[in-house]
């Protein structure tokens, strides 16, 4: 990690032994003087290159389909992705599909497939899924329109992961925003987990204190590149522990507003966050005064009751700061489907993790709180 890491490219080729590469990267990138001078530093290295780049948010199968059949039709030994969570998630599926065959269908699941994917190089050029050190991949199946999830050791993490803030200068600074609040939420909601550790503690803790330390400076510059280092940063730890965790009822709700309403992953989770916030605080009011002291409020000598109430509004504040939509029927939500929603998320059974239990009625209500 640092600024113009991703020069060490030509270094991890070699240790890769790789003159064929597979690169699957955003369309958005591919102009840009990030992406161009990663292709001259691999040409003059005399790699052969195959790139592939129609990614869709929420990539589909048939998306992995056709990137792997780029992928083998060159030969390629080694893959790099460069891009969101959505490129390094085809490149991981394209991995497997290389050394395993089948359809990417077969792995869903946890631990599936036999052989060690192609080597992945992951480049994020976001800071908010930590997708280059998790260990899962997701991938809709558009005939059944439900997202498969493909979890495996072997993808756990990258082969290596280049942590560049001069790949996050090009992203819109609402993007920045949401995708960093996606970021903050696996923090959150891995620390509060019911799943959750000493050692996820200490990694969340700090993951907080740098997202919610770099956030607004970085929405406001994607030039700063300090900022724009801590938020991947930030990001790539709150990746490596949520796995482990389990995550809560943002990602639950987050799910099906996503889905009903065609919104990102991460203004979904932005959106339910301040709400999800308060309604979790009494399952553990300790772990919210640390969040609070994380989130930089001077908490220290309130009681617990007070100090774990001044995270909620340090929640509230990023928001606010960060211009997230405060309600869901700002984002065009509609509530005559709330029922079904809530209903849906019951049934997802976060409460494996989510440290307050929540039915139906509870998830209910929170939409329409949200709404
Ligand atoms: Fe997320």
């Known amino acids: 990690m640092g600024v113009g890491a991703h020069e060490r490219i030509l270094e991890v080729m070699r240790q890769q032994a790789c003159d064929r590469l597979f690169v699957a990267v955003d369309a958005a990138l591919v102009d840009t003087p990030f992406y161009k001078g990663i292709a001259a530093l691999l040409a003059q290295a005399g790699v052969e290159i195959a790139t592939y780049t129609d990614i869709e948010p929420d990539p589909s199968a048939i998306t992995v389909e056709r990137a792997f059949a780029v992928c083998r039709d060159h030969g390629a030994s080694v893959i790099l992705a460069i891009g969101g969570g959505s490129t390094i998630d085809v490149a991981k599926a394209v991995g497997i599909l290389a050394t395993n065959g089948g359809r990417i269908h077969d792995y869903e699941g946890i631990e599936k497939f036999s052989i060690p994917p192609l080597p992945l190089i992951a480049i994020p050029t976001t800071a908010g899924t930590g997708s280059e050190v998790s260990g899962s991949c997701v991938i809709t199946d558009t005939e059944k329109n439900l997202k498969m999830s493909i979890r495996h050791a072997a993808l756990n993490p990258a082969t290596v992961a280049i942590l560049d803030p001069l790949a996050l200068r090009t992203v819109p600074a609402h993007v920045a925003a949401h995708s960093g609040m996606d970021a903050f939420v696996h923090a959150f909601e891995s620390y509060i987990s019911r799943g959750a550790n000493l050692m996820t503690d200490a990694i969340n803790?700090?993951?907080?204190?740098?997202?919610?330390?770099?956030?607004?400076?970085?929405?406001?510059?994607?030039?700063?590149?300090?900022?724009?280092?801590?938020?991947?940063?930030?990001?790539?730890?709150?990746?490596?522990t949520f796995g482990q965790t389990g995550l809560g009822n943002v990602h639950c709700m987050a799910r099906f507003v996503g889905a009903y309403f065609h919104l990102s992953h991460g203004l979904s989770n932005a959106v339910c966050l301040p709400h999800v916030a308060r309604f979790n605080l009494v399952a553990n009011p300790q772990k919210y005064?640390?969040?609070?002291?994380?989130?930089?409020?001077?908490?220290?000598?309130?009681?617990?009751?007070?100090?774990?109430?001044?995270?909620?509004?340090a929640i509230e504040r990023l928001c606010r700061d960060l211009s997230i939509p405060a309600r869901l029927r700002d984002v065009g939500a509609r509530h005559e489907t709330f029922d079904e929603m809530a209903t849906l998320c019951a049934q997802a059974n976060y409460n494996r993790w989510n440290p307050r239990h929540t039915t139906a009625a509870d998830f209910r209500a929170l939409f329409d709180q949200a709404y």
């Open 205 to 240: 803790l700090y993951a907080m204190e740098l997202i919610a330390s770099n956030i607004r400076q970085f929405v406001a510059n994607r030039e700063n590149l300090e900022a724009g280092l801590n938020m991947l940063c930030g990001s790539a730890l709150a990746g490596i």
């Open 289 to 313: 005064a640390r969040v609070a002291a994380a989130m930089g409020r001077p908490v220290q000598q309130l009681p617990v009751l007070d100090a774990a109430s001044a995270a909620v509004e």
